[in-house]
């Protein structure tokens, strides 16, 4: 059975559950801002490293489920915190936001005149004074990088490989299985869940279901000739979300700003 984003929702909140240097990466950064985006904001698995008190979160997602999951989330979180169904491409909104978060390579789900219309989309949510952070993920053909919980660029294309066996809380325990295809310029990621009474059952009971998302190519560089278009500049960079900022990651963070 394939999953589509509504019925991945249910287990979204597992699947992408972020890392110890992730959630501290976000939280510091989340620190200075009085008002913050989320765009896309899945069922919320960044909110509880951005919510604050006196501070404005805003998720939102084009998925109805992903945001009826993330309100729920939401509730009982420090500050005004809140979810929206929106697209990237078309974020019609009255707010301005001094930060907007685009994370899991999320700009990457669009190419050519998608990926323009959301990047312009997003600079006009900024405030005069936000920043933009976007995540971008280093494809194959580019310097290699240790493997990612979801991205290994020295795994051979069409090899399935187990990414992890996690526990769901009632009992039950999800499996997912992995392989990625590179094409000119993109890169296919296909996936199997299973579930099962222990990761063993899982994985002999076989997959109960399957998802395939397809990222485009984006260079930093790419970007930032992009953002110039949209009236950004860069700020800053970095490799990954380790504390240090040092070593090449799959991972590569981008602030920009409004061009002055």
């Known amino acids: 059975m394939r999953l589509d984003w509504p019925a991945r929702a249910a287990i979204y909140g597992i699947e992408q559950q972020p890392t110890a240097d992730e959630r501290l990466f976000w939280s510091k950064l989340g620190s200075g801002a009085d008002s913050i985006l989320v765009a896309p904001g899945g069922v919320g698995v960044l909110a509880e490293a951005l919510a604050g008190a006196g501070r404005r979160l805003v998720l939102v997602d ?7 999951r993330a309100s729920a989330l939401l509730e009982g979180l420090p500050g005004s915190c809140t979810a929206h169904r929106a697209d990237l491409r078309s974020l019609a909104m009255a707010d301005r936001f001094d930060l907007v978060c685009v994370p899991r390579a999320a700009l990457m789900l669009f190419g050519g005149e998608d990926r323009a219309r959301a990047l312009r989309s997003l600079a006009a949510l900024l405030a005069p004074a936000g920043v933009l952070v976007l995540e971008l993920l280093r494809l194959r053909g580019e310097p290699p990088e240790s493997p990612l919980a979801f991205y290994d660029p020295a795994l051979p294309d069409g090899t399935w490989v187990c990414d992890w066996a996690r526990p769901l809380g009632d009992g039950r325990w999800l499996e997912r299985r992995r392989r990625q295809d590179h094409g000119e310029g993109s890169l296919t990621l296909s996936f199997r869940y299973a579930f099962g009474s222990s990761p063993e059952q899982a994985r002999r009971e076989g997959p109960l279901g399957h998802a395939q998302v397809r990222l485009h190519a984006l260079s930093a560089a790419a970007l930032l000739e ?17 504390a240090s900022g040092n070593g090449r ?12």
Do not use: F, K, N, P
């Open 62 to 68: 084009r998925e109805a489920e992903m945001v009826r």
């Open 226 to 242: 992009l953002s110039r278009d949209s009236g950004l500049t860069s700020l800053w960079e970095r490799d990954g979300y380790r």
């Open 249 to 260: 990651s799959a991972h590569r963070l981008i602030g920009l700003a409004r061009r002055r």
